[in-house]
């Protein structure tokens, strides 16, 4: 065993221990959860933890990794949760076996985000910084208000569409409203679990840590640290970053439906698929270390958590949230925060070599 170790390099000892924190952290709060020592407030916190977790990951993919800045994350989500709650709607009575239900609705909301990924990376890739900013948080917004306006029925004669109103769907008076605009899906079947949502997380980390490391993932960075230099090798910009941009559309989507699956109705307010969440998913990917995987993890957990834990204080509670978030800012950023981390790993290795 130990000989295994030693002839692993740097990255595969890294990537194993970001698996092994996943898989340790399920197994003690599956413990706390069936020994009953947590409340059910903290026990309900899972399935958002594991949604959290999935889109700062797959956002860092493309801020971090590709070094481009998208706030449209949400409506990649969106597009996700809706497309596959109206799938598990429908087949509710026509599949009953809830996993292989759950399956294909998953797959189903990856593809069509995927697909929303390379219809709005296609334009939107050809802009930089503040520009594509503007541009992803215009598709997350256009996304949210076209399904506040979107009704749709079914009935015997098949689907019925309409942008007005229900009446405006004109169905027979057997007929089932399955999309009501602004009140959404109601009557998802709640699918999710904790354990679904870690092995997603699971699945995320695998399929993001492989591309960073893959040839892929070296051209993608190549471009994010010189665009010039990367095209001047031959490397085809415009095919690695609607790459990066796809795969983390699909992730997000993915995220997105086990959000709809946690829920029995489910609505595109500001709350939830809003400009508020894109902002709330990029803090979380800032404060754990643009481009650090497992600093995401830790940020989501932390700054989703927190409210919860400070829910006694009251009055103190959003300040001491704000603290937090000053301070791991300053943690990951100032400059002498950085020296001293540096010279405490650096004394680290100074220390085994000494050994040795």
């Given at each position: 065993m130990r000989d295994m170790l030693k002839k692993m390099n740097k990255t595969t000892k890294s990537n194993l221990i970001t698996y092994g924190i996943v898989i340790v952290a399920f197994a003690v709060m599956q413990t706390l959860i069936s020994t009953g020592s947590i409340s059910s407030l903290l026990e309900g916190l899972m399935v958002p933890l594991c949604i959290y977790i999935i889109l700062a990951v797959?956002?860092?993919?493309?801020?971090?990794?590709?070094?481009?800045?998208?706030?449209?994350h949400a409506g990649f989500m969106c597009v996700g949760a809706f497309t596959s709650a109206f799938f598990s709607k429908c087949m509710r009575d026509v599949i009953t076996i809830a996993p292989l239900r759950f399956i294909l609705a998953l797959l189903i909301g990856m593809a069509v985000a995927a697909v929303f990924g390379i219809i709005i990376g296609i334009p939107v890739l050809r802009l930089r910084?503040?520009?594509?900013?503007?541009?992803?948080?215009?598709?997350?917004?256009?996304?949210?208000?076209l399904v506040n306006v979107l009704f749709i029925g079914k009935d015997s004669s098949g689907f019925h569409f309409s942008t007005k109103d229900v009446m405006d769907l004109n169905m027979e008076a057997d007929g089932t409203v399955l999309v009501n605009g602004?009140?959404?899906?109601?009557?998802?079947?709640?699918?999710?679990?904790?354990?679904?949502?870690?092995?997603?997380?699971?699945?995320?980390?695998?399929?993001?840590?492989?591309m960073v490391n893959s040839r892929d993932g070296r051209a993608i960075m190549a471009i994010r640290d010189n665009r010039i230099a990367a095209e001047s090798v031959g490397i085809n910009v415009t095919k690695y970053k609607l790459m990066a941009f796809t795969v983390s559309a699909a992730l997000a989507g993915a995220a997105g439906v086990l959000y709809a699956h946690n829920l029995s109705t489910l609505t595109a307010n500001t709350n939830n698929f809003g400009y508020n969440m894109s902002i709330n998913i990029l803090v979380f990917v800032v404060l754990g270390g643009i481009g650090s995987i497992r600093g995401s993890m830790i940020a989501a957990v932390i700054l989703t958590l927190l409210p919860e834990l400070l829910r006694g204080l009251s009055d103190y509670r959003m300040l001491i949230y704000a603290i937090v978030l000053i301070l791991m800012m300053l943690f990951n950023w100032s400059p002498k925060a950085i020296e001293w981390r540096e010279k405490y790993l650096s004394f680290g290795k100074k220390k085994k070599e000494a050994v040795k």
């Open positions: 797959s956002l860092n993919l493309v801020v971090g990794i590709l070094g481009e800045l998208s706030l449209g910084g503040d520009y594509l900013a503007i541009v992803t948080l215009a598709f997350g917004e256009i996304i949210k208000n602004p009140q959404g899906i109601t009557g998802t079947p709640k699918d999710s679990t904790f354990l679904i949502g870690v092995i997603l997380i699971l699945i995320t980390l695998f399929i993001v840590i492989n």
